[in-house]
């Protein structure tokens, strides 16, 4: 069911404020968490994160994380200006990257800090009403869930279908708290 044009508009106001969205994400982190492991385990990836637009800086904030970086990631920015999860968020468009390496686009930054190369990545955009919040990553595609060896082929289309659905979820979890806000 569609919210009303009076609903929907605030809902998109409530969703542009990149402190609220984070505040909210981070007050059920082990929610958030629980959809993206899941979902992490069944695409075989090494890691997932998910992050939070801020329009205001031009950052993407990683605001949850699963896997062995996950405690340098959170909390760490990265420059709307660089790397393919941000062509993903400005471009509205899912990215699945087989050869991260290889790729202009790549920003290092961030696996040189957690350490971790990056080798295979997908990025989807997660929206409420259609507004791009943020952004759904999942990393280094391994031979099976919780191998550290990794799977030479990489991410598939299917994987790619599987996590944009994550991000669905995610929005749609999102989109349920700020409706708690609008009728606060």
Request: proline content about 6%; some cysteine; overall charge neutral.
């Given at each position: 069911?569609?919210?009303?044009?009076?609903?929907?508009?605030?809902?998109?106001?409530?969703?542009r404020d990149a402190a609220?969205?984070?505040?909210?994400?981070?007050?059920?982190?082990?929610?958030?968490a629980h959809v993206l492991?899941?979902?992490?385990?069944?695409?075989?990836?090494?890691?997932?994160?998910?992050?939070?637009l801020d329009r205001a800086s031009e950052q993407l904030r990683f605001v949850v994380?699963?896997?062995a970086s996950?405690?340098?990631?959170?909390?760490?920015?990265?420059?709307?200006?660089?790397?393919?999860?941000?062509?993903?968020?400005?471009?509205?468009?899912?990215?699945?990257?087989?050869?991260?390496?290889?790729d202009p686009r790549h920003d290092r930054r961030i696996?040189?800090?957690?350490?971790?190369?990056?080798?295979?990545?997908l990025a989807v955009p997660v929206t409420v009403v259609g507004e791009t919040v943020g952004a759904l990553t999942?990393?280094?595609?391994?031979?099976?869930?919780?191998?550290p060896e990794l799977d030479a082929e990489g991410f598939g289309g299917d994987d790619l279908q599987l996590y944009s659905l994550t991000a669905r979820v995610c929005g749609a979890i999102l989109t349920g708290q700020l409706m708690e806000r609008t009728e606060g």
């Open positions: 069911m569609e919210p009303s044009p009076a609903i929907r508009e605030r809902l998109l106001e409530l969703a609220l969205v984070a505040e909210l994400i981070e007050a059920e982190p082990s929610l958030y492991g899941g979902d992490i385990a069944r695409i075989r990836a090494s890691e997932g994160s998910l992050l939070v994380a699963v896997g996950a405690e340098r990631l959170r909390g760490l920015q990265q420059p709307l200006s660089s790397g393919l999860t941000s062509f993903a968020v400005w471009s509205n468009r899912p990215i699945c990257c087989n050869n991260v390496q290889q696996s040189e800090i957690t350490g971790a190369p990056t080798y295979s990545l999942a990393v280094n595609k391994c031979r099976a869930a919780g191998s």
